[in-house]
């Protein structure tokens, strides 16, 4: 079974600033898909980016991007000039690539919660 | 294109009964998965559904079903509620293929009492 670990169950950051997020994640497959959602408090989940495990370069979405290591099987998220609306709790996610009769099924870490202050 | 809309946004029910929540997809998507979030255990996978037919399954109590119809909408029904059921649930939707993206809607909130 896959386990996915958020270590840092807090953190905050001065508007305009940078803040890392760590997540490490534990398979024995070869194939799988990283993400990151953002949960505000209004509770919605949101899709920050994703990574293919197959790619060595590292995603990009605007502000945020990754920081994949698959040898070190980490996937760390980076948020660049954060603003007040990146306040929310950051879920790092594991999907396995299986073959469509098996369907898919996310795993999820424990969550980090990120407050940005001004 | 409308997101993923679930029904009722908040719910509340006593012990013993049951409830169905239900989860309309992103227009053109075939997959609906659903998650349970509380507290003390995060985000867990209960199931999903392609095609009318369930294609993985999470560990919870049989207590947990669900169902999809033709037009791709789905249910899930918690019977015999108790306690620890109380969560937000939330539905998410995908192509169905192995496409991966996921797209979640704002969740029910069920409350048991």
């Known amino acids: 079974a896959q386990t996915v670990t958020q270590s840092q169950p807090e953190m905050s950051v001065q508007e305009a600033e940078t803040v890392t997020l760590s997540c490490t994640y534990d398979?024995?497959?070869?194939?799988?898909?990283l993400f990151w959602y953002k949960q505000p408090p209004s509770r919605q989940m949101i899709l920050v980016i994703r990574?293919?495990?197959?790619?060595?370069q590292n995603a990009t979405e605007n502000r945020f991007s990754v920081n994949f290591q698959k040898a070190a099987k980490s996937f760390s998220l980076k948020i660049s000039d954060s603003q007040l609306g990146d306040t929310a709790m950051y879920f790092c996610?594991?999907?396995?690539?299986?073959?469509?009769?098996?369907?898919?099924?996310?795993?999820f870490g424990g969550g980090t919660r990120v407050l940005v202050k001004p | 294109k409308a997101g993923v809309t679930q029904t009722p946004r908040y719910l509340i029910k006593t012990r013993g009964q049951q409830v169905t929540l239900s989860c309309s997809p992103i227009?053109?998507?075939?997959?609906v998965s659903w998650y349970q979030q509380t507290p003390g255990q995060g985000l867990q996978f209960l199931f999903e559904?392609?095609?009318?037919?369930?294609?993985n399954k999470g560990n919870f109590p049989g207590r947990f079903s669900g169902r999809q119809f033709s037009n791709s909408r789905s249910e899930m029904n918690v019977s015999t509620l108790e306690l620890g059921d109380s969560a937000l649930y939330l539905c998410?939707?995908?192509?169905?293929?192995?496409?991966?993206?996921?797209?979640f809607g704002p969740g029910t909130r069920l409350t048991v009492t």
């Open positions: 998410a939707s995908s192509r169905g293929d192995i496409s991966y993206e996921q797209y």
């Open positions: 398979t024995s497959e070869n194939n799988y898909y």
């Open positions: 990574q293919e495990a197959y790619k060595q």
């Open positions: 996610a594991f999907m396995l690539v299986m073959i469509k009769a098996a369907g898919n099924k996310l795993t």
């Open positions: 227009s053109g998507h075939r997959s």
């Open positions: 559904y392609f095609s009318e037919t369930q294609r």
